[in-house]
Structures are given as C-alpha cells and as structure tokens.
C-alpha cells in the first residue's frame, strides 16, 4: 500500500528530547524518553505590526514566527527536568540505598532542546513533529494529589535550528519508525 498524500495521526505513542550543545548542534548522544508522555502540542504563531493610517491599515509585518508547544506527562525523571530546567542532577550510594537528586540554584538557566513526538496514523504508518531549539520559558509545574499519580508539565516556544533554519517539521513514515 502506497502512503496516503494524508496522514490522520491517533494518540500519542512517545516524546524524547534532545538537548542542544554549548556550541548549538544536537547532543545525540543524550537523547531523553519523557515516559508516560500524556500530551505534546504546538502551533505556530507569530505577532504582526500593523501600520495603521487615513482610517485604513497600510501594510502588516511579522516579528518572526514561532512555535509554542506544551508538553504534560506522569511521573518524573530527573534528568529530563534538569534538560528542561537546567540545574544538576546527582546519584549517589547503590542499591539498595541509592539515591538520585535533582538541585536547581539561582544561577541556572534553562537550556535549548528539540521536541519529537510519535503519532501512529491510521491512514498508515506513524507521523513525527519536531520542533527545534525549543525552550521552556514558560511554567515548569509538578502536580501532586492525594489519590492521583504525579502529573508534570512544562510549555515554551521553539525558535528555530540555527544550523538549518528549521522551526518545526512534519513525518509522515509509510512504515512505523520508533524515535531514535
């Protein structure tokens, strides 16, 4: 079966992120799965400026387009806070009595990472978004409930590779490719 011109993207199978280096490439190498991933939205956005004159508006210009994302999922694994958050994170002893902690101080800042998150598509195969350089300037939240699992979540915007040029991008796999 040849793959749809469409792709109709069902649920969401899983979210990883990759931080980006000191120097601005990918750092592959630490690739981080956000287990229990509940939710990875985007749009892109963009403010405008308008030129307004004798009643009517003249001309429109755009800022620069960006892409907002949030992302909410169950549990929490320090080392993809520490990616999201920056600080450090720490093991320490072995089992049975190890111990892993996360510390933020006031001099951390956030860093920048990509976003990819996997869809299956019923009209075959998987769909992928990715959006790049992303940085959660937004809130960085841990809900915890009596009766309820721990819900964390976080929301940013993505401002583009700086290598490529890419602000997001769309896959549509003919045959399921896991995130690698």
Avoid at 24 to 48: H, I, M, Q, W, Y
Wanted: charged share 25%; proline share 4%; hydrophobic share 30%.
């Amino acid at each position: 079966m040849a793959l749809p011109s469409y792709a109709l993207p069902f649920g969401l199978r899983d979210v990883k992120i990759t931080p980006y280096k000191a120097d601005g490439t990918l750092d592959t190498a630490n690739k981080l799965d956000l287990p229990a991933s509940r939710v990875f939205s985007f749009k892109d956005t963009e403010d405008f400026e308008s030129l307004e004159g004798d009643d009517t508006t003249v001309a429109s210009h755009g800022k620069g387009t960006v892409v907002e994302w949030e992302l909410e999922g169950g549990g929490i694994s320090l080392a993809v806070w520490k990616a999201l958050s920056g600080g450090t994170t720490t093991s320490t002893g072995t089992s049975p009595t190890a111990v892993n902690s996360y510390t933020k101080t006031i001099t951390d800042s956030r860093p920048y990472f990509l976003v990819e998150g996997q869809a299956i598509s019923d009209s075959g195969g998987d769909f992928h978004t990715r959006v790049f350089r992303c940085k959660a300037d937004g809130d960085l939240e841990a809900n915890l409930e009596n009766g309820n699992f721990m819900l964390t979540s976080a929301s940013g915007k993505g401002y583009g590779d700086l290598t490529t040029g890419k602000l997001y991008e769309f896959t549509h796999n003919e045959t399921i490719t896991p995130i690698d």
